[in-house]
């Protein structure tokens, strides 16, 4: 039975017992992957290493998608028992490596609810409930980065397309400004500690990149790009790090800025994964000058505690982003472009309300809790490097900015780190991976859940190290 007095369609209580014409009933495979959802929120797992090879994987799962199908229990039980754990616990407080992401359950919870209120989030006049939503979460976020009401954005799948689509709209506004391609192209300005994405950008819109030297610590600085740019007149956009994936360092942006309005570049800062810190008062003095910035990206499934996959866009002057990536298409004319239109921002039409679960979990929490929780990590990160800088046998290389802490074990070359991470990740220890600094290899953790104990790391590393 129905409650028609909504919307029409909704059920009463938990009664899933709706017979769908075609599909029939599917209350029972409903209620069973409800039931596997809301019992794996109630658990963790360890960080343990459990990838199989494909072969391996294919055997054990066998044939799923078949003409006849397998049913809901067979398929539930193929993908319990095989499948998911064939995954990496993402969420751990000992999932050290990479970028781990370390949603809260709210969140993850509310992600389940997105899905199924299956919102088209492109336009407006189709979602504008969830929109609106998303909407206040990037209007706090552009707060965080002192930026004028002309501000706006929409949630992108991952930094990847963040920054694509950020350099879209910076090379749309340089041929406006300067009215034709120059002879040869444009070209691309960052580092080399700029993210993979990057270059792989220059290559989508087949342009040059020219490269500015470090500082000794890593940063971009602006005396360097100034060097830079005098040469290179092509230049459209300078990308800069608000914490480099691999050692965690913000350039420096206030210089960075003035340099950029000399020669009229677009500005673009990937905080990917360091743009969280922006919540934290004992770190912010390090972004000054990300106010001046053109477009800004981070990744709130890294350092603000949502789940996969989410990245938010923004653009200091939103007419820069409707410029360049607004579609226009016989079926698209009745859109109602005075509305905020997430496809209008970025390289997308068709989108979920990725920025949900994290409006949720902001929601339920607060930002003050999201400060609290990033400036743990950041105690956590310190108190890691304090410690590894008093275990005789480790090094500590430099003091961490953000929270990525970097050392190494002298003695070791590649083949002893590259077994020590994976001993430690296969038996379910501690996930950690060597990375390349400075010419040689190294170790390199990183702190985004708050969970995570500094007095269990520094005694994993003493006593497994030695």
Same mark, same amino acid.
């Given at each position: ?22 599909? +029939?009933?599917? @209350? $029972?495979? %409903? ?8 019992? #794996?929120? !109630? *658990? ?17 799962a066998g044939a799923t998608v078949l003409p006849e199908g397998i ?90 397309? +963040?920054?694509? @689509? $950020?350099? %879209? ?8 400004? #300067?009215? !034709? *391609? ?28 020219a490269r500015v030297p470090v500082d000794e610590r890593g940063h ?95 653009? #200091?002057? !939103? ?148």
């Open positions: 039975m129905t409650d028609q007095g909504n919307h029409g369609s909704h059920v009463h209580g938990t009664d899933l017992g709706v017979t769908d014409e075609f599909w +029939g009933d599917e @209350s $029972a495979s %409903v209620r069973t992957a409800l039931a596997w959802a809301v019992a #794996r929120m !109630a *658990r963790s797992s360890d960080p343990r290493s459990t990838a199989r090879p494909e072969s391996e994987l294919a055997t054990a049913g809901a229990p067979a398929a539930m039980r193929v993908f319990s028992e095989v499948l998911e754990p064939a995954t990496r616990a993402q969420g751990h407080e000992l999932n050290l490596a990479y970028i781990p992401g370390a949603p809260n359950r709210s969140s993850v919870a509310f992600d389940a609810v997105t899905g199924s209120a299956n919102i088209f989030g492109g336009i407006w006049e189709a979602g504008a409930g969830g929109i609106h939503a998303e909407n206040e979460v990037l209007a706090w976020l552009a707060g965080l980065l002192q930026w004028p009401e002309s501000a706006a954005g929409c949630f992108v799948s991952g930094g990847t397309i +963040g920054n694509l @689509s $950020a350099l %879209v709209a910076a090379r749309k506004r340089a041929l406006r400004r #300067r009215g !034709a *391609r120059p002879e040869g192209g444009w070209t691309l300005v960052c580092t080399d500690g700029a993210h993979s994405s990057i270059p792989q950008a220059a290559e989508v819109l087949d342009v040059a990149i971009m600085t602006g005396v360097a790009l100034r060097e830079v740019l005098e040469r290179t007149p092509s230049a459209f956009a300078v990308v800069t790090s608000a914490g480099t994936t691999n050692t965690g360092v913000i350039d420096d942006l206030a210089d960075i800025a003035d340099v950029c309005a000399d020669h009229d570049v677009w500005m673009h800062v990937d905080g990917a994964y360091g743009g969280a810190a922006l919540l934290a008062p004992s770190v912010r003095d390090r972004f000054a000058g990300i106010e001046r910035a053109d477009s800004f990206i981070v990744d709130p499934h890294k350092w603000l505690f949502a789940p996969y996959d989410c990245c938010a866009l923004l653009y #200091r002057d !939103a007419a820069d982003g409707r410029d360049a990536h607004a579609q226009h298409a016989s079926y698209l004319d009745h859109v109602d472009r005075e509305q905020p239109n997430p496809s209008d921002l970025a390289l997308h039409l068709s989108r979920r309300v990725r920025g949900l679960p994290l409006w949720f979990g902001l929601a339920t929490h607060g930002t003050d809790r999201y400060r609290e929780a990033i400036e743990k990590t950041l105690s956590t990160a310190r108190e890691v490097a304090a410690g590894i800088d008093a275990i005789a046998h480790l090094d500590l290389l430099v003091a961490p900015e953000l929270s990525v802490v970097m050392f190494d074990r002298p003695g070791w070359d590649a083949a002893d780190y590259a077994s020590w991470c994976d001993r430690l990740a296969h038996d379910g220890t501690m996930l950690c991976v060597p990375t390349w600094w400075e010419g040689r290899t190294v170790l390199r953790v990183v702190f985004v859940n708050p969970d995570t104990s500094a007095e269990v790391v520094l005694r994993i590393l003493d006593e497994t190290t030695r």
